[in-house]
């Protein structure tokens, strides 16, 4: 069985967020236990699962992601990933669209080479500051939102850019709050290097201690600074070790998400299902 890995949000390789995608021939998925297998061996963020569906449906591929420890509802980077591959391998004639838990999820090829995903917008709840959540941060807090929908992250507003780039949290602390994710934001210290805004995703529930890029997080991130900026075309630069930049358009209840994607390994799986 035929794997590729892809970074996805970047135009290089070894940056951005690496994904592995596998194209399944049969029209239905393999067992779960299986599945959780190949992502656990893999060990990226996310591993993307796909089948092809019957003509004539709402959607053209069944998609599921896994982290190396669970299956999650919705995946930004992977689906990029996802959809690169099958334009790449000439088994997508135009727009595509994903069967996934969170719905019907589409994505395009842009004359300029990237591509544009769309997805729901997530719903944005302020809420108190967690007290388990400022003490496993360890920085000034200036704002909270559960983002529910699905994704279920906290989305916590820090002061500046500087301390969103030096946070260094307790991790352990985060896995024991149990949600999904905390991603914490601030806007950008100076938009005239390209981007509006940067954040930075912990996932230690799900085994991801800090995800390289994380698109669904900015189904979020999207509608917060678009409210705050007063424009509905962003960018946002996720402060990770790798980087990587998602172009954001806030379209009522769809979010828009662009970037770049590079295939950097493309190899055979031998344990089969």
């Not at 239905?28 to 993307?48: G, I, K, Y």
């Not at 053209?60 to 790449?88: K, N, S």
């Not at 699905?150 to 850019?161: C, K, Q, S, W, Y």
């Amino acid at each position: 069985m035929r794997i590729r890995i892809v970074d996805a949000f970047t135009d290089r390789p070894f940056s951005g967020n690496p994904a592995a995608v596998l194209l399944l021939e049969e029209p239905r998925f393999p067992a779960d236990a299986w599945l959780q297998q190949v992502a656990a061996e893999v060990n990226l963020s996310e591993t993307a699962f796909a089948h092809p569906l019957p003509p004539g449906g709402e959607a053209d591929w069944a998609l599921r992601w896994f982290t190396p420890a669970a299956e999650v509802d919705m995946c930004g980077h992977a689906t990029l990933a996802t959809a690169h591959v099958l334009a790449g391998a000439g088994l997508a004639d135009g727009p595509i669209r994903f069967a996934a838990r969170c719905g019907i999820l589409r994505a395009e090829s842009r004359p300029d080479g990237r591509l544009t995903l769309d997805f729901p917008t997530s719903s944005l709840t302020p809420v108190p500051v967690p007290g388990e959540i400022a003490a496993a941060l360890g920085a000034e807090i200036r704002s909270v939102h559960d983002t529910a929908d699905h994704i279920g992250d906290l989305l916590v507003e820090l002061v500046d850019e500087a301390a969103v780039r030096a946070l260094r949290p307790d991790l352990a602390a985060l896995r024991a709050y149990g949600r999904r994710g905390v991603v914490v934001t601030a806007a950008a210290e100076d938009p005239a290097r390209g981007y509006d805004f940067v954040s930075r995703g912990f996932f230690p529930a799900v085994g991801v201690d800090e995800d390289p890029v994380t698109g669904s997080a900015h189904t979020a991130l999207a509608p917060f600074w678009a409210a705050r900026l007063g424009r509905t075309e962003l960018t946002g630069l996720q402060g990770s070790a790798r980087t990587g930049l998602v172009r954001v358009t806030l379209a009522g209840a769809r979010t828009l998400l662009t970037g770049d994607a590079v295939t950097v390994l493309d190899g055979e799986l031998l344990s089969t299902p």
